[in-house]
């Protein structure tokens, strides 16, 4: 199997979780410390080829790899464009030659954030941000260069082991500050790479080609995430105050709701992804019976 995007949050988590009996070639951008594979630009159908040739056959591909800086998009459009959405059609195009399943995972940011109720797999797209409308083209060039292989697994919120994000950052600020100011006016389901990761594995190896949507279960707030974080973490002497988006302005826009309903995955499985507290708990180290 391959997984690209290997040196990053989730791609690595992948590789940690890979089933019994499975062999794996990592592959990134550049080369890192646990990358089988040599830095491979994806956007190059040459190079994709040269990967497939060299490190191949695969029998799968589960491809992690993004540009994820959600709010530098906005005046890197171009070149999120050319790793969101170009590379998906030519790891496409590359997996339909020898038709074997392609896993791309994708965002709740190719849904408006208009809805009322957990987003289903087959609800209008309409996303409102320069990273949601180079995710959804990804999408689409992947559907269409190997429509029937390409499973699309959207996800949200991610944090986990390795890599930067919204935990961590929260623990980082409270060692100085006694007050946050945390968004409570954006809703979706915080998903640990702990849960995530295990559940594309199985989309890999018994779903079918469509969309998946992949979250913990429940839904919070931004405010909801950081209060729980710092409640886990046993930080207990800074206050987290709730505030609008509109007072904490960001370049891109976000979804104001952008819940999945995962039913479709939890079919797959057998079972749903683990409640967003829990699964917040688990990876912080502690236990809630919340």
């Not at 159908?45 to 800086?69: C, K, M, N, S």
């Not at 409570?184 to 389901?189: E, I, N, V």
């Not at 640990?192 to 707030?221: D, K, M, Q």
């Not at 979804?255 to 995955?265: E, G, M, N, Q, T």
Request: negative net charge; proline residues 7%; aromatic residues 6%.
């Amino acid at each position: 199997m391959l997984v690209t995007g290997a040196a990053g949050m989730l791609g690595s988590q992948v590789l940690l979780c890979v089933p019994d009996g499975t062999e794996v070639c990592g592959t990134d951008l550049q080369e890192a410390p646990g990358v089988d594979a040599p830095g491979v630009d994806l956007a190059d159908p040459e190079q994709v080829a040269r990967l497939f040739r060299d490190h191949g056959p695969f029998r799968g591909v589960i491809h992690t790899a993004a540009y994820t800086a959600v709010d530098r998009a906005e005046e890197e459009e171009e070149l999120a464009l050319r790793v969101n959405g170009e590379a998906c059609g030519v790891l496409a195009a590359e997996c339909a030659k020898t038709d074997v399943p392609l896993v791309l995972v994708s965002t709740d940011f190719v849904f408006d954030g208009a809805g009322t109720r957990p987003y289903r797999p087959d609800d209008a797209v309409g996303p409102v941000s320069a990273y949601g409308r180079t995710k959804l083209a990804g999408e689409r060039a992947a559907t269409a260069a190997h429509p029937g292989g390409t499973r699309i697994v959207r996800t949200q919120w991610l944090y986990g082991p390795r890599g930067k994000h919204f935990p961590g950052t929260m623990l980082a600020l409270a060692k100085d500050r006694d007050e946050l100011r945390v968004v409570a006016d954006q809703k979706g389901s915080p998903t640990s790479t702990l849960e995530l990761a295990p559940a594309l594995w199985a989309v890999l190896e018994r779903g079918e080609a469509g969309v998946y949507h992949a979250a913990c279960e429940g839904e919070a707030t931004w405010h909801d995430f950081a209060t729980a974080t710092l409640e886990f973490a046993g930080v207990e002497d800074v206050t987290v105050h709730p505030c609008t988006t509109a007072e904490y302005p960001t370049p891109a826009k976000r979804p104001a709701y952008s819940v999945l309903d995962c039913s479709r995955l939890t079919e797959l499985r057998g079972k749903p992804l683990a409640p967003w507290r829990e699964a917040l708990s688990t990876y912080l180290g502690t236990s809630t019976d919340s």
